[in-house]
């Protein structure tokens, strides 16, 4: 397994957002995590991400725990979040975004070395490595036409996919998706399912967070269901929606 959960759980004051959550994420697994609003699943990707410190539990990536581990440590082990709205620089290209975000994988390949990359001295062929991801990574999110757009001057579905796109550019081997397609028309939603189908062909795990069930349900292997932030079901997509738990959840016992 590439991540194993167990007993996660997350206080704020007295509300428990996440509650002695225990899963695994297998290599190459596409998850989707389900749940109504406040059922935890934001909190669960921050937690794994080191954006939150857990008040119980384990998270193991591989073969080491990273519970409480900062943020950049985690994603430049290979743990790489998205956020629902990616805060972007409006004058900034797609391009010069993404060239940006890269830095991860210059740590990861260079350590301090990557500093010389600031001024072009001894950087070997860093810079051209990263002109190449760049290239590679606008290809697979369909990013190609927009390449020398600004960011101001993007569809909210662009910005979506830029920032994919910014993750990407720090090599994940798991990246944790929160609500891709919240606020998308139906084409855009065929092309971010397009686009995470081509991720996981070239050997990105994918764990989705989002509110079209319909969505989740054909991309994803394996599902999790979530309520008042404990696990309330979990199985292939069609069995979890079927389940009269996760039913209830979202429509109300007189439904179950």
Same mark, same amino acid.
């Given at each position: ?19 002695? $959550? ?115 990574? $606008? ?52 092309? $971010? ?64």
């Amino acid at each position: 397994m590439l991540l194993e959960v167990s007993g996660l759980t997350k206080r704020f004051g007295g509300l428990t957002a996440v509650a002695d $959550l225990s899963f695994s994420i297998g290599a190459g697994e596409i998850v989707g995590v389900f749940g109504p609003n406040g059922s935890g699943k934001t909190t669960l990707l921050s937690l794994i991400a080191g954006v939150h410190a857990p008040s119980a539990g384990k998270i193991i990536w591989k073969t080491g725990e990273i519970q409480g581990d900062r943020p950049h440590d985690i994603a430049a082990a290979g743990v790489v979040k998205t956020f629902q709205n990616p805060q972007l620089f409006a004058e900034l290209s797609v391009y010069e975004h993404l060239i940006i975000a890269g830095h991860l994988m210059l740590k990861r390949r260079l350590g301090w070395r990557r500093i010389a990359t600031l001024i072009n001295a001894g950087a070997g062929n860093a810079g051209g490595d990263l002109e190449r991801r760049a290239g590679e990574v $606008l290809g697979l999110c369909r990013l190609e036409a927009a390449r020398d757009q600004t960011a101001a001057e993007l569809s909210y579905g662009e910005e979506k996919m830029l920032g994919v796109a910014m993750a990407l550019m720090c090599e994940p081997q798991l990246l944790l998706l929160d609500e891709p397609a919240s606020g998308l028309g139906q084409a855009e939603i065929e092309n $971010l399912e397009a686009v995470l189908r081509d991720l996981r062909s070239h050997g990105t795990t994918l764990c989705i967070i989002d509110h079209k069930v319909g969505f989740l349900g054909k991309l994803a292997d394996r599902a999790i269901s979530l309520h008042h932030g404990a696990k309330i079901a979990e199985g292939t997509p069609a069995e979890v929606l079927r389940d009269p738990s996760v039913i209830a959840a979202y429509l109300g016992h007189r439904h179950d």
